[in-house]
């Protein structure tokens, strides 16, 4: 963008900008269809910053709050034809297969500002071989693994392995090219299913054979701009389609933040220990790195480990952040997409957190799937909504189209999600309940106990007097 067509008037309800960024109203385009595009969609609608929204491809629900572009997201010419054609300032990529095919480059080389990584920082999560040996050579804590591309010697190091062990596909497969395996056999059925079978095609290629890590999960999504980052309240997913953490892994059966797993001092030590060698070493290792950084943490018995990179928002992790902002996610992404984020700090030079407000509260949501999923999921069935939301309640739409008569139909595993706030997590669970309870699809099912580990956790026994 050139910097004269960023000079009009300043926006009240923002905190001063750098001069480097003139906030002005900015033309939005959103990439992508799913649930965290839903949220991404509400939260530029409501920046004072926002001047046009619009959304690509979007999804038939998107399409009364929002014009919809039919599109692949990951065609970069055609990304940038769009955002040429909607004069978009701001373009953020929800999805990461549209920032593993390099849009953001293409955008960027086009002198379009777009929220998300360049292909080279999407490596991230693109590649899982990638990542083992980025983390290895910076000394940040993860799983012991190693990459094999043939399956003799992935078969060799599996009985070298104490179990469980953990086989995963290098390449993106859609949150499915991990198997934790509890026996020999089934480690070494997961390596020949992705080595020989190609189950998930060139992504098993490679695989990577871990140490399996054990402790609890949290999602920590940082807002980055090279070595400075806006790091967002923990949260937890629920990836398993049943109670209790039973039956296949799914997209994300529900989500909420904040998590008390990240405890203060397990905060203190991810910033030390994770968050800042991975930025240090991003840009050591020449890495332009600005947009999400989403880091999967184990947090073990000897301190957390890194899972996963992912290089874009959690979905649904994204659904139940954005309404705990209570500054303005646009003007923080168009900061990092512009490379000014915390350019005002005293020590802006140094990198390090850029302090932001956060609402006080918490807040959950609830994924209410269609009949089938994880497995082939039931579409066309027509959902019912209630015709009034009760009080800090919002549905979103993940998975929805319309059919000929104009009802909203099931069209997708992940459907819709129930989302609450309150000021505790009980209050929250108990909207979002209460909401989902009033939407009814034939085939309709969802987990009954998100949450439920934190909320159990506080009420453990009290210690004695
Ligand atoms: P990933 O796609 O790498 O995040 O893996 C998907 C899921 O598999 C994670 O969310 C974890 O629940 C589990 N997982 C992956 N790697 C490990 C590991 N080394 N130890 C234990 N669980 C793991
Ligand atoms: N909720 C997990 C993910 O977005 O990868």
Redesign the pocket.
Known sequence: MSSDSLATAASPALSPAPAAVAPRKLNILILGSGGREHALLRAALKSPLAGSVAVAPGNAAFEREAPCHPLDAADAPAVVALAKKLAADLVVVGPEAPLAAGVVDALEDAGIAAYGPRAAGSRLEAS?VFTKEFLARNNIPT?LGRSHTDLASALADLRTRSLPV?V?ADGLAA?KG?V?AHTLAEAEQAAADMLEKRVFGDSGARVLI????DGE?ASIMLMVCRRRYVMLPASQDH?RVGDGDTGPNTGGMGAYAPADVVTPEVRRRVVEEIVEPTLAALEREGIDYRGTLYV?I?VTAGGPKV??FNVRFGDPECEVLLPLLADDPVRLMWECATGSLGSGEREAGCGGEVPVKFRDGSAVIITLAAGGYPGTPRKGDVISLPAALPAETQVIAAGVARDAAGNLVTAGGRVLGAVAFGATLREAVDRAYALAAQIHFDGMHYRRDIAARQLNRRRAPAPLP
């Open positions: 899982k799983a953990v995963k949150g991990v934790v871990e140490d399996f890590l999960e990836k999967g184990m899972v996963e």
